[in-house]
Nanobody, 116 residues
């Protein structure tokens, strides 16, 4: 099964920005809704942060609205999450996957750590 490859995480101070990227191999990327999920420390589940449909419509969770921008490039099978004004509570491992999850396995994720 296809496994997305996430990158772009790191350590940043509160108020800073990071840009996450995800590449998904194969031919079905452009046909499915994609989203960024995150798993915060001590949480067993991954929460959906933002979604972009195959034709571009975007949905965001409350934590993402006003701070995060999701985008996709179907020609490059790439999903991006621009995160601004980061807060310590945004500390998590971030994953990309389809919405709902199905065609792809979970990748390794990328760690985002926001310090005070």
């Amino acid at each position: 099964q296809v496994q997305p490859v996430e990158s772009g995480g790191g350590l940043v101070q509160a108020g800073g920005s990071l840009r996450l990227s995800c590449v998904v191999s194969g031919s079905i990327f452009s046909d499915v809704a994609m989203g960024w999920y995150r798993q915060t420390p001590g949480n067993d589940e991954r929460d959906l942060v933002a979604t972009v449909l195959s034709y571009g419509t975007i949905n965001k969770s409350d934590v993402a609205r006003g701070r995060f921008t999701i985008s996709r490039d179907n020609a490059k099978n790439t999903l991006t999450l621009q995160m601004n004004n980061l807060k310590p509570e945004d500390t998590a491992v971030y994953y990309c996957n389809s919405v709902p999850v199905g065609p792809f396995e979970w990748g390794q994720g990328t760690q985002v750590t926001v310090s005070t």
